[in-house]
């Protein structure tokens, strides 16, 4: 039993580090813009769901999946790092885009969907984190990641939905402020990623 909650502390700590709720706040305020609360909140719960199920298709089948379709983990961090990067550079810029202005409930699936679902809450470290967790453990292990993880999901789920009152607290002044700051930061981010997957690619 104390293996199992030391395992879950550890898992719950790891998780908790990349996805950070509160760090991620920001980052979905600057994507969403001025849109309405219903709109808001439909993205956030379709990011979520499509996070988790994500994550939780990553933890039963992802080994298959990568080998399935070729896909790399350099490739996947490359790519996930220049969407970021994308996304980071708009939002640095105060750019208008499809991404940023959605005119459409499908365009706000969209947006939902990517960069928000992934790679920002189901990114490669999220992915590689859960998979890492469960590449020598038993049944019991799998069901407590994906527990844990939707645990997290719950917990940015709330945290999204109460970015109206911080927009309320702070002032569109201040959110544009911390808008380009999660901007440079993401593009910062990005570049990083790519930079990492560039030395698996190449074992550097």
Known sequence: MSELITFSITVFTGF???MNPIANIPVFLGLVGDQDKASKKSIAKTASITAFIIVVSSVILGKYIFQLFGITIP????????LIFYVG?????SKKSSIHSPNSKEDD??????PLAIPILAGPGTIITAMNNVTDGSFVHIVIVIAIFALMILLTY???NLSDIIVKKLGKNIITVIGKIMGLILAIMGTGMVV???KLAFDL
């Open 196 to 198: 990492e997957g560039i």
């Open 75 to 82: 490739a996947f961090k490359i790519t996930g790092g220049i």
């Open 109 to 114: 699936h969209s947006l939902a969907i990517s």
């Open 16 to 18: 908790f580090a990349i």
């Open 158 to 160: 709330l945290a999204f």
């Open 89 to 93: 550079f708009e939002m640095l810029m």
